[in-house]
């Protein structure tokens, strides 16, 4: 494993002390320098292996935090709450409150690219997850301060039923048992005076239509269609 070159090290243990943690924690200094480390820097020692195992384990967390503090959720919630919590958007936010992109190392036309920010920040965050459990293989290093993130978000989350994202869990979901994904099929109904149910919205897998919902929007009708089909085909599976 590589050196970390003192001026590094005080930028990592910069990084560290905003996570709340010591720099005398059993922290493995070269992979989490690894974890901030772009493909534009070095095309063999870069971050995305971490980001890999970064991605199981912030997955993890999400589920033992909601399993430990909200159980009056359906597993359906709890799907649909933890695609919201692992998306790029709250990772790259999470990431940008730590100031993770003045750690980050990239180069060339990367460094002027606004547009691949935020995945790059995601992606960076999730690296950096991944070098903290493979420091310890536990999550010591990551509940302490991860925890309350994702306690406040799904308190958000759960006041506003919009934001839960039910065709992630679904999509999540046939990838994982079918390699394919839901296919939705969209109509908009014709009641002028029923404006708050302006679409409706179907969801078919394998030429099976899995569910049907009303919304206001396109996007509203879908996640609801979804909701249903994933209610049903995770009791499905419970009930074989």
């Known amino acids: 494993m590589s050196r970390v070159y003192p001026r590094r090290q005080r930028q990592l243990e910069s990084l560290v002390q905003k996570l709340g943690l010591s720099k005398d924690e059993p922290i493995k200094w070269p992979l989490l320098d690894l974890a901030l480390t772009h493909a534009t820097v070095s095309d063999s020692a870069n971050y995305e292996q971490l980001e890999f195992v970064g991605d199981a384990v912030v997955r993890l967390v999400a589920a033992v935090v909601l399993w430990e503090h909200y159980p009056d959720c359906s597993v359906g919630d709890f799907a649909a709450i933890r695609s919201v919590l692992v998306s790029d958007r709250i990772l790259a936010q999470l990431a940008r409150g730590y100031g993770l992109e003045l750690y ?78 839901p296919e939705y099929r969209v109509v908009e109904v014709n009641q002028p005076h029923r404006t708050h149910e302006r679409f409706v919205a179907e969801v078919w897998l394998h030429e099976k239509m899995l569910g049907q919902g009303k919304g206001r929007s396109i996007k509203a009708a879908e996640q609801a269609a979804a909701k249903i089909a994933y209610s049903a085909v995770t009791e499905d599976v419970t009930n074989d």
Do not use: C
Request: hydrophobic fraction near 45%; charged fraction near 20%.
């Open 104 to 181: 980050l190392l990239v180069a060339g036309s990367a460094t002027a690219d606004h547009v691949g920010q935020e995945s790059r920040l995601a992606d960076a965050f999730e690296a950096v997850l991944g070098a903290l459990y493979l420091s310890t293989h536990n999550l010591d290093l990551i509940r302490p301060w991860l925890d309350p993130h994702f306690q406040e978000l799904t308190t958000e989350i759960r006041l506003d039923p919009a934001r839960l994202n039910y065709k992630a869990a679904l999509q999540e979901w046939t990838q994982a048992q079918f390699k394919v994904l």
